[in-house]
């Protein structure tokens, strides 16, 4: 009786390898598409006003905006101003997130608390930051503190909303699992609830980041606060359009940055969540 011949199997490459390769092109693929929109939103820009569609009085090319901007950016005042609205962004955020990270989890964790709490919170939640500016004026004065109050209401619920659903989200075996096996009320805390509540606290810490950012430099223009919102105003004011449009990009770059920073530190601090797993598949 004739054997039969065993089949041939070919070498595969290393998974390791190519799986690196096929993540490189994929980065590469997404800068190269950043990168030509980019340069798309520029042509355009430069081809509104030089073409006449737009007034170039009022909006400026491309060119002359990032001329501005590199005059802005050989001015030391331009970098303090940077630096000023940077300080009130950091401390309305830091404030922010504290308050929202205790109240959240204290209110996530009694149930009684977030059934008492649940329609004051969505009565104060729509109310918009901006409508509180005549208030923080008349609280604070023209001051720091002004700003940092409209901008430490609008942040704090980004962040408190994240953490009750995060905390109403620990899987109910696991509870009383850990009931069961005598773990106190703080080994709970660190061991079950921090870990399922912290995919959620980084989301609303990113996007409260941003929504901080933006509240930041609407105060400087509202409440004469020193930093890039006042320059914007000041500005317009004196009819410079191509400062105000150099200085609105430098605004824009700033929250890209501060978005960039912050889905990085996300994306570290959960990389054994399967969130963050699954995107590195895909």
Same mark, same amino acid.
């Not at 995919?199 to 810490?205: E, K």
């Not at 449009?245 to 430098?250: D, I, T």
């Not at 399967?274 to 995107?279: A, K, L, N």
């Given at each position: 009786?004739?054997?039969?011949?065993?089949?041939? $199997?070919?070498?595969?490459?290393?998974?390791?390898?190519?799986?690196?390769?096929?993540? +490189?092109?994929?980065?590469? +693929?997404?800068?190269?598409?950043?990168?030509?929109?980019?340069?798309? #939103?520029?042509? %355009?820009?430069?081809?509104?006003?030089? $073409?006449?569609?737009? @007034? !170039? =009085?009022? #909006?400026?090319?491309a060119t002359a905006t990032l001329a501005a901007l590199g005059d802005q950016m050989? @001015?030391?005042?331009?970098?303090?101003?940077?630096? &000023?609205?940077?300080?009130?962004?950091? *401390?309305?955020?830091?404030?922010?997130?504290?308050?929202?990270? /205790?109240?959240?989890?204290?209110?996530?964790?009694?149930?009684?608390?977030?059934?008492? %709490?649940h329609t004051t919170v969505e009565f104060l939640r729509p109310i918009p930051s901006? =409508? $509180?500016? !005549?208030?923080?004026?008349?609280?604070?004065?023209?001051? *720091?503190?002004?700003?940092?109050?409209?901008?430490?209401?609008?942040?704090?619920?980004?962040?408190?909303?994240?953490?009750?659903?995060?905390?109403?989200?620990? @899987?109910? /075996?696991? &509870? @009383?699992?850990?009931?069961?096996?005598?773990?106190?009320?703080?080994?709970?805390?660190?061991?079950?609830?921090?870990?399922?509540? *912290?995919?959620?606290?980084?989301?609303?810490?990113?996007?409260?980041?941003?929504?901080? $950012?933006?509240?930041?430099?609407?105060?400087?223009?509202?409440?004469?606060?020193?930093?890039?919102?006042?320059?914007?105003?000041?500005?317009?004011?004196?009819?410079?359009?191509?400062?105000?449009?150099?200085?609105?990009?430098? %605004?824009?770059?700033?929250?890209?940055?501060?978005?960039?920073?912050?889905?990085?530190?996300?994306?570290?601090?959960?990389?054994?969540?399967?969130?963050? &797993?699954?995107?590195?598949?895909?």
């Amino acid at each position: 009786m004739a054997l039969a011949e065993a089949p041939t $199997l070919e070498a595969s490459p290393p998974r390791g390898r190519s799986g690196r390769s096929a993540r +490189r092109l994929r980065a590469l +693929r997404k800068v190269a598409l950043g990168l030509a929109g980019i340069v798309g #939103f520029l042509v %355009t820009w430069q081809l509104l006003p030089a $073409l006449g569609i737009v @007034d !170039p =009085a009022y #909006f400026p090319t491309a060119t002359a905006t990032l001329a501005a901007l590199g005059d802005q950016m050989r @001015d030391l005042e331009f970098w303090r101003n940077v630096g &000023r609205t940077l300080t009130s962004w950091a *401390l309305g955020l830091a404030i922010a997130t504290v308050l929202a990270v /205790v109240l959240g989890t204290i209110i996530g964790l009694v149930p009684f608390l977030r059934r008492a %709490t649940h329609t004051t919170v969505e009565f104060l939640r729509p109310i918009p930051s901006v =409508a $509180l500016i !005549p208030l923080a004026i008349l609280m604070f004065g023209y001051q *720091l503190q002004a700003a940092l109050l409209i901008i430490v209401y609008a942040s704090f619920w980004q962040v408190f909303i994240q953490v009750l659903y995060g905390v109403a989200d620990v @899987d109910a /075996v696991a &509870r @009383d699992t850990a009931r069961s096996f005598g773990l106190s009320r703080g080994s709970r805390i660190v061991n079950l609830v921090f870990p399922t509540a *912290l995919p959620y606290l980084m989301t609303g810490l990113r996007l409260a980041a941003t929504v901080a $950012l933006i509240l930041a430099i609407t105060a400087e223009m509202f409440i004469n606060v020193p930093g890039l919102g006042r320059e914007i105003m000041f500005a317009q004011s004196a009819g410079q359009w191509t400062t105000v449009y150099a200085l609105v990009v430098v %605004t824009g770059l700033l929250g890209l940055i501060v978005n960039l920073v912050f889905r990085a530190i996300e994306r570290r601090s959960l990389s054994w969540h399967q969130s963050v &797993r699954g995107e590195e598949v895909l």
